[in-house]
């Protein structure tokens, strides 16, 4: 029997979420498409910022004064940033949250005032899944957790026996198990990010893509960046847009941020974690690394090509 395919979107992580499974009846599909959902839900109320009940919230106030236990995902996530920290030299710090809110990009938590020096070394991982906190301070994990919750969606789908599972929240995407054609990914221009430029068919594995142009404010001052340096802090947004291939979509999303801020300084960390970029700066120039066009099932249609 052929199995057959659903597809159902919602509205969570602060864009759409696409959710699609390959399962043998429509009962199944609707079943396995709900556990994607709850799981994505469940990412997103144990890690938004904006939320005064969420775990990230509770470590804003507790973590400093007494180790704070959380749960699997946020442990997960937190795991993940502190060694993409590590690998990049602190260039990917979810720290960073106090000049957004600066900034007025994030609105302000509760709990004590971060401390001007603190950054990720300041955060400790403690047995039975407890956070410590040495230095006041605020974690923002947006860059990191989307992925990480289509991840989780697409385990909770396979687990429930689906022949193929398909996530999509908004750019963060992962394919896995035996779907007839692959994915369609693109690319967007970043001087008009209403184009998206086909790049190929993504048959298996995960994709994140980051890009100035999907932040913005809408009062007169300037569009600044979701890309903050640790060392310089936030920047003007610049038209560009970064692609990265990797295994899982967590590890996408974080190593996004990581290309967007160094471009090819990143190439190391992106050999060692067996993933692959494309940066696209106009629509003449596009980079991608050493190997990027393999994990494609179609050449690229958007013309030459870079090598880095």
């Not at 979107?9 to 399962?23: C, H, I, K, Q, S």
């Not at 594995?205 to 936030?234: C, E, Y």
């Not at 190439?267 to 067996?274: A, E, G, T």
């Amino acid at each position: 029997m052929t199995p057959m395919m659903r597809r159902r979107m919602r509205p969570w992580l602060g864009t759409y979420v696409t959710v699609e499974a390959g399962t043998d009846t429509e009962a199944e599909a609707l079943r396995v498409i709900e556990a994607a959902f709850a799981r994505v839900a469940e990412v997103h109320l144990a890690m938004s910022f904006h939320s005064a009940d969420s775990e990230i919230a509770r470590l804003h106030r507790e973590a400093v004064h007494r180790p704070t236990p959380v749960g699997e995902h946020t442990w997960s996530v937190l795991a993940l940033t502190l060694r993409l920290a590590a690998l990049s030299d602190g260039v990917f710090d979810p720290t960073v949250a106090a000049s957004l809110v600066r900034h007025g990009a994030l609105p302000r938590p509760e709990g004590p005032s971060p401390h001007p020096h603190a950054t990720w070394r300041d955060i400790e991982l403690l047995d039975d899944r407890r956070v410590r906190f040495h230095r006041p301070l605020w974690l923002d994990l947006g860059g990191i957790a989307k992925g990480h919750a289509v991840d989780c969606a697409i385990d909770a789908m396979l687990e429930l026996g689906a022949s193929h599972a398909v996530v999509n929240a908004g750019g963060d995407l992962r394919i896995a198990g035996l779907r007839t054609e692959g994915l369609p990914l693109t690319i967007r221009a970043p001087d008009a990010p209403h184009r998206h430029l086909p790049i190929g068919v993504l048959s298996t594995g995960a994709a994140a893509t980051s890009g100035d142009f999907l932040f913005g404010r809408t009062d007169p001052a300037p569009a600044i960046s979701p890309l903050v340096d640790p060392h310089k802090g936030v920047r003007p947004a610049q038209a560009r847009c970064v692609t990265v291939l990797a295994p899982t979509c967590a590890l996408a999303d974080g190593l996004t941020k990581i290309v967007g801020l160094r471009d090819t300084a990143s190439l190391p960390v992106l050999r060692m974690l067996d993933a692959h970029a494309a940066i696209l700066d106009t629509p003449d120039t596009l980079q991608v690394t050493d190997g990027f066009w393999q994990q494609l099932v179609q050449p690229p249609s958007i013309g030459p090509a870079l090598h880095v």
